[in-house]
């Protein structure tokens, strides 16, 4: 079955550091997300891409984040100087359509500890 | 505001009962309603969703859940509880651009 894969699973890294996080969408999609979970918490949703370029993001995705599809098969979201409250998990999700009840299927997550 | 919302941190059921998480959504025109399952350590998971039609959905693992309009509720339900299925549930609103989702009910089965 076609799935979601994320690398690293895991990334340590000191507060100021530029990190990227990568994806590969099941490769029919069509549109990608990005969600992150703190330890806790729920998960909250970050932004989607579609036709290589940002369909909506939240409050949460400001300037220190971005989003690219590099090539024809990965989604890598960037977080520029990394702080302390943006340890978390990372969630890449992909779909075949969006929204108003098409489902999303997730990574394995990239967790992400700032330290 | 679109949301949904899960009334309990944790529930604990013995082996072998039946099972039941709770969730209840607050959306305006008609709710897209999934729930998906986080194991340890593990990515989220679908179960299954309601779009339209059969208020009863069957979903994956066995699960299934009852969409109830007057309630404003989406249970998930299981008639038979396995130590397996102790993870963390995440109901979820789709009736949106992306997924909304509630805060997580932990399930632990005891055997």
Known sequence: EPEVTQTPSHQVTQMGQEVILRCVPISNHLYFYWYRQILGQKVEFLVSFYNNEISEKSEIFDDQFSVERP???????????????DSAMYFCASGPASGFGNTIYFGEGSWLTVV | AQSVAQPEDQVNVAEGNPLTVKCTYSVSGNPYLFW??????????FLLKYITGDNLVKGSYGFE??????????HLKKPSALVSDSALYFCADNSGYALNFGKGTSLLVTP
């Open chain 1, 71 to 85: 090539d024809g098969s990965n989604f890598t979201l960037k977080i520029r100087s990394t702080k302390l409250e």
């Open chain 2, 36 to 45: 998906y399952v986080q194991y340890p350590n593990r990515g989220l998971q």
């Open chain 2, 65 to 74: 859940a009852e969409f109830n309009k007057s309630q404003t509720s989406f």
